[in-house]
């Protein structure tokens, strides 16, 4: 009985070492890990956003929304090009360490890669414009241009309305494309089908 009871005692003080003996294996490592630098969030990543432009779609349209046919006329005072942007915003997940809690201590910084978001919006035409503005040329100052800001936050889906303001000396059959300049070198465009200005 007593061979019994002192064996149990035995067991009881093996199991209670190990748990001492691991608690300050755990805490000696928390201190070296806290006191190695003088960021408390070592082991932890920054937030990466990611804006990434998807696709890019455009429609010609009159100013109530009605979307144009092939070569329908239009007055020039009533067209508005309808851009449609699909910007997808990533986030990485941020890597945890498990043996310092950061919960509340650690705020890591945010980096946003802007890689593949909007640099710049160009509108061209199949068609001159007038003397200055032959076809291809870079129709902005025509027409009202999100701003760049203004794009890369859209929800996914937004649609930006892009009105002209000022009638082109030559009108005729036009085939309007947007194009967005993309950070890295690449580029998203989409173009409407034929429309014919009138004065």
Not at 72 to 83: A, D, F, P, V
Not at 113 to 139: E, M
């Amino acid at each position: 009985m007593l061979s019994a009871l002192f064996g149990t005692i035995v067991v009881v003080k093996v199991i209670m070492r190990k748990i001492i003996l691991l608690t300050t294996l755990l805490l000696l490592f928390n201190a070296i890990a806290y006191f190695s630098s003088c960021n408390p969030c070592k082991g932890t990543k920054p937030i990466v956003t990611c804006l990434r432009v998807e696709d890019v779609q455009l429609s010609a349209a009159d100013t109530s929304g009605r979307v144009l046919s092939p070569d329908e006329s239009l007055h020039w005072r009533s067209l508005e090009l309808n851009m449609k942007v699909d910007v997808t915003t990533l986030c990485s997940r941020q890597r945890v360490n498990y043996f310092i809690n950061t919960a509340l201590a650690c705020s890591p910084i945010e980096r946003v890669d802007t890689t593949g978001s909007v640099l710049s919006v160009s509108i061209i035409s199949s068609n001159r414009f007038d003397a200055s503005y032959p076809a291809g040329s870079k129709l902005n100052e025509y027409f009202t241009v999100p701003f760049i800001d203004s794009l890369n936050g859209s929800r996914y889906g937004a649609i930006h309305e892009l009105r002209l303001l000022q009638a082109p000396s030559d009108t005729g059959t036009h085939i309007f494309t947007v194009i967005l300049n993309l950070v890295g070198g690449t580029s998203k465009s989409a173009e409407t089908v034929p429309v014919k200005l009138t004065n």
